[in-house]
């Protein structure tokens, strides 16, 4: 399911997928292009999306090294990475909780420090808008986990 956010530039709305949401969003590349110019927008230019350069890179590597970086040798690592104790199993987005990220999304505000974003169908990388659900508190959400969780449920 996608929602709706805005341009950094024009402000139009725009829909996207919790995946596809970036730090700064754009209708556009003509917005892209004048948020980045310094004569029209000296105040916020400096930002730069550096996201299609992680596409372009992985492009290289594959062609580079096509028995390195396979799908499978990604995921190997990446659940390597998971079970590294420093990791929770949370998609993060700028340092942030994608899942909080969509939840503030959803509710159009800041999620409120006690608040608890619990994913209802147990899997803490979905973070659809549909999976998400917003406890007030901890207390809420161990309540709710006390009445659904005959047959287990996730941590947050
Ligand atoms: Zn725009
Ligand atoms: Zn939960």
């Given at each position: 399911?996608k929602?709706a956010i805005?341009?950094?530039?024009?402000?139009?709305?725009?829909?996207?997928?919790p995946?596809q949401?970036?730090k700064k969003?754009?209708c556009?590349?003509?917005?892209?292009?004048?948020?980045?110019?310094?004569?029209?927008?000296?105040?916020g230019?400096?930002?730069?999306?550096?996201?299609k350069?992680s596409?372009?890179?992985s492009e290289m590597?594959?062609e580079?090294?096509?028995?390195?970086m396979?799908?499978?040798?990604?995921?190997?690592?990446?659940?390597?990475?998971?079970k590294?104790?420093?990791?929770?199993g949370y998609?993060?987005?700028y340092?942030?909780?994608?899942?909080r990220v969509?939840?503030?999304?959803?509710?159009g505000r800041?999620l409120?420090?006690?608040?608890v974003?619990?994913?209802?169908?147990?899997n803490?990388?979905?973070n659809?808008?549909?999976?998400?659900?917003?406890?007030?508190?901890?207390?809420?959400?161990a309540?709710w986990?006390?009445?659904?969780?005959?047959?287990?449920?996730?941590?947050?």
């Amino acid at each position: 399911m996608k929602i709706a956010i805005h341009c950094a530039w024009c402000g139009k709305e725009i829909l996207k997928y919790p995946s596809q949401i970036k730090k700064k969003n754009f209708c556009c590349r003509a917005c892209q292009a004048a948020f980045s110019r310094k004569d029209v927008n000296p105040t916020g230019y400096a930002y730069r999306d550096f996201s299609k350069n992680s596409e372009r890179f992985s492009e290289m590597n594959r062609e580079r090294n096509p028995d390195k970086m396979t799908p499978e040798m990604r995921s190997k690592i990446r659940d390597a990475r998971l079970k590294s104790s420093t990791s929770t199993g949370y998609t993060k987005l700028y340092g942030r909780h994608l899942h909080r990220v969509v939840a503030e999304l959803m509710l159009g505000r800041p999620l409120n420090q006690g608040e608890v974003v619990h994913h209802i169908d147990g899997n803490r990388r979905n973070n659809d808008p549909t999976n998400l659900m917003v406890f007030p508190s901890q207390v809420e959400h161990a309540r709710w986990h006390a009445l659904h969780d005959a047959k287990g449920g996730d941590s947050e």
